[in-house]
């Protein structure tokens, strides 16, 4: 603030009885400030206005008329400063200010003789707009920022779309619709209230009553306010139970990222003054902002469903008892947070209980979801070859050929299992394409490895492989499994490998136990053998001769839960 000194040009009191003097021995309208450029008034002691300039009469007519200004009609801010400093006898600190006519001035009084005080009146209306527009443009730009943050804390377009109208309505409005794109014939639409609650239907609704709403849901510009007339606003538009009639309207899209995410449509009663051009255009920042988030989580949300839809088809079948044999599968991808990787496992049973029934478990080079990829290839090619799975060495020779004309680069290593059950016996043909050989589980305990090799798929122009014939008696199991369990390192040291040998001894455990006990206990002593520590892909495929005869069937469904393992029960069934 400039000093008093500074901003006060000096007050000359001509001496008593002088001819200027209007009032003997009192102030007097000099030469010093009577054509001053700042409207200066002389205020006695009882608060009239006892003369003015020339510059403070265009503000103050009357006392241009009457030659004077009674108490009551000075401007309150400035008569209750003139009192306080009557009183005081010192002037405030800083300068007192106020409106006259419209515009502001600040006040700064120069004490004369007989109790007159000469009140110079500064204006500074340009200042005060300034400063008004600054302070109005830093809420703005802190509302956006808020609207920013709170919007993009959340993916969830429910939740963003009902923050967007209650955020609207409070800030912008006394009430806010959002129109969503149709969804078929109707329109999803949220109402919010200052102060009330959010509420949310989907009904039908003609866009082309509204001026504006059906080119704004195609994403055009938004049609200035002045042009829509409140009193035709259809029903539909105003919230329930909103009080008053409308008085201004504003329409304005909600961009997205290459589709519109819908169209705010604020309204403001007529009791309140109308929307403004300012206030216009920042309803125009603030739907950017909401609209990008909006936009966002439709984004979001589509890619969910569509990562869901592939999960569906990556994921670990289900696996129960398939004509008198029990199948049980557990998986744990190599990340916990994650729920596909490399490492598959499938059975495919036959319509007709003397087929044989095909298993495959293998394992893809790598990890992760480029790996998941690949390995629904395979289980694809592999269910379309389900007709040829008889014949182990042609179903290799084909997925190999399918494999080596791919995009990938990845090759992959299996075990092919054909079932049958007959005469209380369990019949395996097992055919290793360049995996681990499966370990048989006898009654006794003794655990031996089917004698099978072979060439990994997908690496060279041609794959060889022996099968081998095992009979499983009852209570016997036959494990497939990935060398995410005997590659698994850990144990005391945290560097030693679980091994075939540690896997054997759990196995020989295991005798007469069913096929879900079997997954679930070598799952479980591999994950205690880990600890905390990195580890590959793991998944280990049952198949168990039940030693009760045919017994209780036992299910175990797709990963579930931390250790990818999972259980359930129901009737019957074929596969997948």
Same mark, same amino acid.
């Given at each position: 603030?400039?000093?008093?000194?500074?901003?006060?040009?000096?007050?000359?009191?001509?001496?008593?009885?002088?001819?200027?003097?209007?009032?003997?021995?009192?102030?007097?309208?000099?030469?010093?400030?009577?054509?001053?450029?700042?409207?200066?008034?002389?205020?006695?002691?009882?608060?009239?206005?006892?003369?003015?300039?020339?510059?403070?009469?265009?503000?103050?007519?009357?006392?241009?008329?009457?030659?004077?200004? $009674?108490?009551?009609?000075?401007?309150?801010?400035?008569?209750?400063? !003139?009192?306080?400093?009557?009183?005081?006898?010192?002037?405030?600190?800083?300068?007192?200010?106020?409106?006259?006519?419209?515009?502001?001035?600040?006040?700064?009084?120069?004490?004369?003789?007989?109790?007159?005080?000469?009140?110079?009146?500064?204006?500074?209306?340009?200042?005060?707009?300034?400063?008004?527009?600054? @302070?109005?443009?830093?809420?703005?730009?802190?509302?956006?920022?808020?609207?920013?943050?709170?919007?993009?804390?959340?993916?969830?377009?429910?939740?963003?779309?009902?923050?967007?109208?209650?955020?609207?309505?409070?800030?912008?409005?006394?009430?806010?619709?959002?129109?969503?794109?149709?969804?078929? *014939?109707?329109?999803?639409?949220?109402?919010?209230?200052?102060?009330?609650? &959010?509420?949310?239907?989907?009904?039908?609704?003609?866009?082309?009553?509204?001026?504006?709403? %059906?080119?704004?849901?195609?994403?055009? $510009?938004?049609?200035?306010? *002045?042009?829509?007339?409140?009193?035709?606003?259809?029903?539909?538009?105003?919230?329930?139970?909103?009080?008053?009639?409308?008085?201004?309207?504003?329409?304005?899209?909600?961009?997205?990222?290459?589709?519109?995410?819908?169209?705010?449509?604020?309204?403001?009663?007529?009791?309140? *003054?109308?929307?403004?051009?300012?206030?216009?255009?920042?309803?125009?920042?603030?739907?950017?902002?909401?609209?990008?988030?909006?936009?966002?989580?439709?984004?979001?949300? #589509?890619?969910?469903?569509?990562?869901?839809?592939?999960?569906?088809?990556?994921?670990?079948?289900?696996?129960?008892?398939?004509?008198?044999?029990? +199948?049980?599968?557990?998986?744990?991808?190599?990340?916990?947070?994650?729920?596909? =990787?490399?490492?598959?496992?499938?059975?495919?049973?036959?319509?007709?209980?003397?087929?044989?029934?095909?298993?495959?478990?293998?394992?893809?080079?790598?990890?992760?979801?480029?790996? %998941? &990829?690949?390995?629904?290839?395979?289980?694809?090619?592999?269910?379309?070859?389900?007709?040829?799975?008889?014949? !182990?060495?042609?179903?290799?020779?084909?997925?190999?050929?399918?494999?080596?004309?791919?995009?990938?680069? @990845?090759?992959?290593?299996?075990?092919?299992?054909?079932?049958?059950? @007959?005469?209380?016996?369990?019949?395996?043909?097992?055919?290793?394409?360049?995996?681990?050989?499966?370990?048989?589980?006898?009654?006794?305990?003794?655990?031996?490895?089917?004698?099978?090799?072979?060439?990994?798929?997908?690496?060279?122009?041609?794959?060889?492989?022996?099968?081998?014939?095992?009979?499983?008696?009852?209570? #016997?199991?036959?494990?497939? +499994?990935?060398?995410?369990?005997?590659?698994?390192?850990? =144990?005391?040291?945290?560097?030693?490998?679980?091994?075939?040998?540690?896997?054997?001894?759990?196995?020989?455990?295991?005798?007469?136990?069913?096929? #879900?006990? &079997?997954?679930? *206990?070598?799952?479980?002593?591999?994950?205690?053998?880990?600890?905390?520590?990195?580890?590959?892909?793991?998944?280990?495929?049952?198949?168990?001769?039940?030693?009760? =005869?045919?017994?209780?069937?036992?299910?175990?469904?797709?990963?579930?839960?931390?250790?990818?393992? =999972?259980?359930?029960?129901?009737?019957?069934?074929?596969?997948?």
């Amino acid at each position: 603030m400039v000093g008093y000194a500074q901003r006060v040009p000096l007050f000359v009191t001509p001496s008593p009885g002088a001819p200027d003097s209007p009032r003997g021995g009192g102030v007097s309208v000099s030469a010093a400030w009577s054509d001053a450029p700042y409207p200066v008034l002389v205020v006695d002691g009882d608060g009239d206005v006892v003369d003015a300039n020339e510059a403070a009469r265009p503000l103050f007519p009357l006392a241009a008329d009457a030659g004077g200004l $009674p108490a009551e009609d000075l401007p309150l801010w400035l008569a209750d400063a !003139h009192r306080r400093l009557r009183t005081s006898g010192t002037p405030e600190p800083g300068a007192v200010s106020g409106t006259v006519a419209g515009r502001t001035f600040e006040a700064h009084p120069s004490p004369g003789e007989d109790g007159d005080v000469v009140w110079w009146l500064v204006e500074n209306t340009d200042l005060r707009l300034a400063e008004d527009a600054l @302070r109005t443009e830093r809420e703005r730009t802190e509302l956006l920022a808020r609207v920013s943050g709170v919007l993009l804390s959340s993916l969830n377009v429910d939740r963003c779309t009902e923050v967007t109208a209650r955020m609207a309505a409070d800030h912008l409005a006394d009430a806010a619709v959002i129109v969503a794109p149709a969804q078929g *014939r109707r329109h999803p639409l949220t109402y919010a209230q200052v102060g009330g609650t &959010v509420t949310q239907e989907l009904t039908q609704i003609d866009p082309s009553s509204v001026p504006g709403l %059906a080119e704004a849901l195609q994403g055009f $510009p938004p049609v200035p306010t *002045r042009w829509i007339d409140p009193e035709c606003l259809p029903g539909w538009v105003i919230p329930p139970g909103f009080r008053g009639p409308i008085g201004s309207v504003i329409v304005t899209p909600l961009p997205g990222h290459g589709a519109p995410a819908g169209v705010l449509i604020l309204l403001r009663s007529s009791t309140h *003054r109308a929307f403004t051009d300012g206030e216009e255009v920042f309803a125009r920042l603030f739907a950017a902002r909401a609209g990008a988030a909006l936009s966002a989580a439709h984004l979001y949300a #589509e890619q969910v469903s569509i990562t869901a839809t592939l999960l569906q088809e990556l994921l670990p079948p289900r696996l129960e008892r398939v004509h008198g044999v029990e +199948y049980a599968g557990a998986y744990r991808a190599s990340q916990d947070h994650e729920r596909v =990787g490399g490492d598959f496992y499938d059975v495919h049973p036959g319509t007709d209980p003397s087929k044989e029934t095909f298993a495959v478990l293998g394992d893809v080079a790598g990890k992760g979801l480029e790996a %998941a &990829v690949l390995t629904g290839k395979i289980r694809s090619v592999l269910h379309a070859l389900l007709p040829l799975s008889g014949d !182990h060495q042609q179903v290799l020779t084909l997925l190999n050929e399918a494999l080596l004309t791919s995009h990938h680069t @990845r090759y992959a290593s299996l075990v092919m299992a054909s079932v049958r059950r @007959r005469s209380g016996l369990v019949r395996l043909r097992l055919t290793s394409a360049g995996h681990l050989p499966p370990l048989i589980v006898r009654g006794d305990g003794r655990v031996e490895a089917a004698g099978t090799t072979g060439q990994i798929v997908g690496a060279l122009p041609r794959v060889a492989a022996r099968s081998a014939e095992v009979v499983l008696a009852p209570g #016997e199991t036959c494990l497939l +499994y990935t060398d995410g369990i005997t590659d698994a390192r850990g =144990g005391p040291l945290g560097d030693q490998l679980y091994g075939e040998d540690r896997l054997r001894r759990v196995l020989g455990e295991c005798a007469r136990m069913p096929a #879900e006990a &079997v997954v679930e *206990r070598v799952q479980m002593l591999a994950a205690q053998w880990l600890g905390g520590g990195r580890h590959d892909d793991m998944a280990t495929l049952a198949i168990t001769n039940p030693a009760g =005869g045919r017994g209780a069937l036992h299910i175990v469904s797709g990963p579930d839960d931390a250790t990818g393992t =999972g259980r359930g029960r129901r009737p019957g069934g074929g596969g997948r």
